[in-house]
């Protein structure tokens, strides 16, 4: 019976295979003008190597949202969003420093390709741009597809690295339950979705660090599906949290299950392991929720990559139990690694820890207060008890204090206050540089 199941998974991924490719080569053969487009993402890099990420699809004439859209429109745009038809097997050439690549998409349209620049990168400059073109076959009637991949490179005024959960943390998503993240997924936009209170202020506090010139990349990781890119970026652009935003999402596709994500396992921890190796002489600050699995993930980035981490932000969204022990398990982590949990439901305690760090300018924590000043008039709920503070005056005393039940005191007598936890040593010895 296993052997038949198996062959059955495999065949119908074949099949699966053949659909998507005869579907590609329709679209190919009747497609006029406009019929087809790279959708180049934004990618990431170094002075060694450049990443390169997009996806060849059939265009269906997708528009960025707008403010009086109705939801039949709304509907209409996911509509085709989920439907894209993807162009399996495009081939493409990616051009840089003078030098022609060949790439060639996958099965659902993907294409990835690391560019190691031949020469140096010029200095001061936090942007690389790779034209993008398609080459045949093509409909004679279609004239040339082109696009240009932003590829962000951290330059002398980058002190450190920010990556930051999408989903329940930086902007209002249900992600925790199916159907609140369904229904704001097909009947909203870019304009409907709404971030947490202090989100934008606070990364954008980040992204220019103590200085106010400083230029920190921000990275954001969604559980969401490469289908959803321009209803984030547009959010992140329209809400002033990043003016050129860099977004992983993740693929869906045909697997042995079935139609459903194709990189589950590992997604996020792959992403940040990916970008620490990238920039090894830069320190990270990394930013989730309590609502899914962020605990979990980061505690498994600390302790691969001890003293790379200069702090963790969770934003606490949910009290079930299985979630307050994985909050709790981080925590002791943070504490063995000397470095710092802030725990809180809003940005403004995240804010505050990060100019006493010297990581933001102390000004901002203001600005971080009005946006959460405007929700709390509004009626929304907010932390403004003073912070539960663990800790001691180094990473071992802190470990020790945690081990005493501290932790466990302090997050409980939190939970009842709704106020913010604040796991760290009296004396930060890690600032981004």
């Not at 996911?78 to 060639?104: C, D, E």
């Not at 304009?191 to 989100?199: E, H, I, L, M």
């Not at 202020?201 to 990275?219: H, K, Q, S």
């Not at 999402?249 to 997604?267: C, I, P, Q, Y």
């Amino acid at each position: 019976m296993g052997r038949v199941r198996s062959f059955a998974r495999r065949a119908t991924l074949r099949v699966a295979a053949a659909v998507r490719a005869v579907r590609g080569r329709a679209t190919l053969a009747l497609g006029g003008p406009g019929s087809m487009e790279i959708v180049a993402y934004r990618g990431y890099g170094s002075p060694d190597r450049l990443h390169v990420k997009g996806r060849v699809l059939a265009d269906k004439g997708l528009r960025p949202a707008r403010a009086d859209d109705r939801l039949w429109r709304n509907l209409r745009n996911m509509r085709k969003r989920v439907l894209s038809s993807p162009i399996p097997g495009a081939r493409l050439t990616a051009t840089f420093q003078g030098r022609t690549l060949h790439v060639t998409a996958d099965d659902l349209g993907y294409f990835d390709v690391w560019i190691r620049p031949t020469e140096p990168l010029a200095p001061g400059r936090s942007w690389e741009e790779v034209p993008l073109e398609l080459l045949a076959p093509l409909d004679r009637r279609q004239g040339a597809v082109k696009a240009t991949a932003q590829v962000r490179v951290p330059g002398p005024r980058t002190r450190y690295v920010v990556v930051s959960d999408m989903d329940d943390t930086v902007v209002r998503t249900g992600a925790t339950s199916v159907l609140s993240l369904l229904r704001e997924s097909f009947t909203g936009n870019a304009y409907t979705r709404a971030p947490f209170p202090g989100v934008a202020a606070l990364y954008r506090a980040l992204r220019a660090g103590a200085t106010g010139d400083e230029e920190n990349p921000l990275l954001f990781v969604s559980r969401s599906p490469w289908n959803l890119y321009d209803l984030f970026d547009q959010f992140l652009q329209l809400h002033d949290i990043d003016e050129r935003p860099v977004i992983f999402l993740r693929r869906w596709g045909f697997t042995e299950e079935g139609l459903s994500l194709a990189d589950v396992k590992g997604h996020k921890y792959a992403l940040i392991s990916q970008m620490l190796d990238l920039h090894a002489g830069l320190p990270f600050i990394l930013v989730g929720d309590s609502g899914q699995k962020d605990p979990e993930v980061y505690r498994e980035v600390i302790r691969t990559y001890p003293g790379r981490v200069l702090a963790v932000y969770i934003r606490s969204v949910s009290r079930e139990p299985a979630r307050a022990r994985a909050v709790r398990a981080l925590a002791r982590d943070v504490a063995a690694q000397g470095s710092t949990l802030v725990l809180a439901a809003d940005s403004v305690e995240m804010a505050r820890h990060a100019a006493r760090s010297g990581w933001i300018d102390p000004a901002a924590v203001s600005a971080v207060a009005g946006e959460r000043a405007i929700e709390r008039d509004a009626g929304v709920r907010v932390d403004e008890r003073p912070a539960r503070r663990v800790g001691g005056a180094d990473a071992a005393e802190t470990v020790a204090a945690v081990s005493r039940g501290a932790l466990d005191r302090a997050l409980d007598a939190a939970e009842e206050e709704r106020a913010p936890v604040v796991v760290e040593s009296e004396r930060p010895d890690r600032r981004g540089r």
